[in-house]
């Protein structure tokens, strides 16, 4: 299976709420296994299931008339643990792409580094895609990673504003290895011989 | 042409740019723990890779051990599993272990210094956001995921992109009572949990030179909870007096040279930040978060924000805080009532804290409706306390000394706080459920939860001492 990631176009799941933090997304407790799969079921389990086990009906992700392979987050998603086990859940859980006006640092990388596309919108257009999502469940977003584009359908109706599109930014590196689905480990494994001339400089 | 700390660091560990990319960025030493490593190591099995600096990483086992009985098996199964395989893996690649009974084992960012492997000038990671601490001696430490310790491992590098740069300036005395995890809680209320992302902070100032290496690692600790990469502090004579004589610290000749070079690890005068906060440390009063975000925090004094104080758009999520904090809007703070008090993890678990915890407390004892626990952040932590007395001195006043390891700051292991009560916690995340399902918490300093051990409610340290 080819980890690569080009064009995405899916309805999307909105978690409007900022700061976001892995804690929610994966809770501690969960991080005992040692393995990276199945963390998919316990994504955001302390807001998607009582304390008995049974699914709180108001959250999201328990709510089917939201779906798709795209969640749009409030603005400083991912904050907190560094915990790789946060994207782990979220790629698990059918997700190829996060939105949001604002990712931690560390969050984003590890999105990067598991073909997660994180895609950084303006607040403006984030609120768009909220309205959008909030009018119609079934409203498909596109996001195309060559162009750097992200973009809403055109609405037929003239009154209303029309198609809305924005560019996102993503370095070239990080671009390049995910369209090839290439990773970072490859890519230093190829200097090794360079890493270790480099050490003969150190003190 | 000027430069910052951070670019003098940088620019030395800097192996090669990739155009229109990152940097490979070469990690001097990496320490690694039980929950964000098995992966990494099963990831080089994979690729049939061997582990390239074995000697540059240090294992300790932290996150998910249990602190009380940890001379028996772990009851837990997964834990128990998680831990082992820990040692296992240290064995079959060669790395270094402090596991459980051994004389180092602890928190990963309190052995670390106190063992003298982190040092001015370094590059260090670890797959643990709280790395910043490692800043407080003038070294580039920053959290990593998974993926990237397995970078490391295989290569001793990282891809990294060149963070902007962000002085925060503290200037002035504090006032009594205050301590250092009162100014970067001030700090992180002033610029919000977002304040920081995408900048690597530096901390300078009179208020700053005058911490102890203790106080300053609180600091550097809490950078990534207003979402900065990581914090530093330069050296100073302060540092090189911490390290001096410490286990791994270099010796004779070689600390000569060494500290040659980290006399150079300063801002020069001229150099560019992308960003810079002054704070006057006079307008510091003791702390306490009252959200579910470690910027929703107000002086002990002060009250809840009432919700017309908060930017409309936000007023949602705020209240949503509020409501599961249990806490009133535009209430005052003090005087409420606590049910567990935890003095421990990175943050503040070390023989200072502990210490001015039982300069405080002696002679003095807990309410008797509060649990308190307190969790030493290493063995030798836990050794010099007993060695000190201090043990005696928690005993009398009905505190729980128990074994270090992260503990309920995080709630991995069995230590949580029940669901709705409300922990004044040392520790640095005040997140939904981050100390056990619906657990409410407040962050405070070491002093300020002490108080609240003693009195059973928010108090002000202040009219205690």
Not at chain 1, 88 to 106: L, Q
Not at chain 2, 167 to 181: A, E, P
Not at chain 2, 216 to 244: H, V
Request: aromatic share 8%; charged share 25%; glycine share 8%.
């Amino acid at each position: 299976m080819s980890k690569a990631i080009d064009k995405i176009s899916s309805t999307a799941v909105p978690l409007n709420q900022e700061n976001i933090d892995t804690d929610q997304i994966i809770p501690a407790r969960f991080l005992k296994v040692t393995s990276r799969d199945g963390f998919g079921e316990n994504l955001f389990r302390d807001w998607r299931y009582n304390s008995d086990n049974t699914p709180k009906k108001d959250f999201v992700l328990n709510n089917p008339t939201y779906h798709g392979k795209i969640l749009v987050g409030g603005k400083n998603f991912g904050c907190g643990s560094s915990r790789e086990h946060a994207a782990w859940a979220i790629k698990d859980a059918g997700f190829d792409v996060v939105v949001s006006s604002f990712f931690a640092d560390i969050f984003k990388n590890n999105a990067l580094n598991n073909f997660l596309l994180p895609v950084t919108v303006s607040d403006e257009f984030l609120e768009k895609i909220f309205a959008a999502i909030e009018k119609d469940p079934e409203t498909v977003i596109a996001v195309d990673l060559a162009t750097q584009t992200i973009s809403l359908p055109a609405d037929n109706d003239p009154a209303k504003a029309g198609s809305a599109s924005e560019k996102f930014d993503i370095n070239n590196y990080k671009k390049t290895c995910l369209l090839n689905g290439y990773d970072d480990i490859d890519y230093l494994l190829s200097i090794r011989g360079e890493i270790e001339k480099f050490e003969h400089t150190l003190i | 042409m000027p430069k910052t700390i951070f670019e003098k660091i940088w620019d030395r560990h800097v192996v090669r740019t990739i155009e229109g990319g990152p940097s490979v960025l070469y990690i001097d030493k990496h320490l690694i723990h039980e929950v964000t490593s098995p992966q990494a190591f099963k990831g080089l099995e994979n690729r049939g890779v061997e582990v390239f600096r074995p000697k540059q990483i240090v294992a300790t086992a932290d996150h998910n051990v249990p602190t009380i009985n940890q001379h028996l098996p772990i009851k837990e199964e997964l834990s128990r599993i998680q831990v082992q395989q820990l040692v296992d893996n240290c064995k079959k690649h060669h790395v270094e272990l402090y596991g459980l009974g051994h004389p180092y084992q602890g928190i990963v960012h309190v052995i670390g210094p106190e063992l003298g492997i982190t040092q001015p000038g370094m590059t260090i990671v670890c797959g643990d956001s709280h790395t910043s601490t490692h800043g407080a001696f003038g070294a580039i430490a920053f959290g990593i995921g998974t993926s990237e310790v397995e970078m490391v491992m295989a290569t001793q590098c990282l891809l990294q992109s060149k963070p902007k740069l962000m002085r925060i300036n503290v200037d002035g005395d504090l006032h009594n009572g205050v301590l250092s995890k009162d100014i970067i809680l001030y700090i992180i209320a002033q610029i919000s949990a977002s304040g920081a992302t995408g900048y690597f902070v530096e901390y300078a100032g009179s208020a700053i030179r005058n911490l102890s290496m203790e106080g300053r690692m609180t600091i550097c600790n809490m950078s990534i909870e207003m979402g900065a990469r990581g914090g530093m502090i330069a050296p100073d004579e302060t540092t090189f007096a911490y390290l001096k004589g410490r286990p791994f610290a270099p010796q004779g000749a070689e600390w000569d040279k060494k500290l040659d070079y980290w006399k150079t690890l300063y801002s020069d005068k001229d150099a560019r930040f992308d960003k810079e906060i002054n704070i006057d440390a006079a307008n510091i009063e003791p702390m306490i978060t009252y959200g579910t975000n470690p910027g929703m925090g107000i002086g002990v004094t002060g009250h809840i924000p009432a919700q017309n104080e908060i930017d409309e758009k936000e007023q949602p999520a705020y209240m949503k805080s509020l409501t599961y904090m249990g806490l009133q809007a535009g209430a005052s703070i003090k005087g409420k009532k606590v049910d567990y008090v935890f003095i421990g993890s990175c943050t503040n678990s070390r023989i200072e804290d502990l210490r001015l915890v039982a300069s405080f407390v002696k002679g003095r004892k807990k309410a008797d409706h509060v649990e308190v626990w307190i969790v030493p952040g290493s063995k030798q932590v836990e050794q010099q306390a007993i060695e000190e007395g201090i043990d005696k001195v928690f005993e009398a006043a009905g505190f729980n000394l128990r074994q270090p390891g992260c503990s309920a700051c995080l709630a991995m292991n069995e230590d949580k706080i029940p669901a709705g009560k409300y922990c004044i916690s040392t520790s640095n995340r005040n997140f939904e459920g981050r100390q056990g399902p619906n657990a409410r918490t407040l962050l405070a300093s070491p002093l300020t939860a002490a108080a609240a051990a003693i009195t059973g409610e928010v108090t002000d340290i202040r009219e205690l001492i």
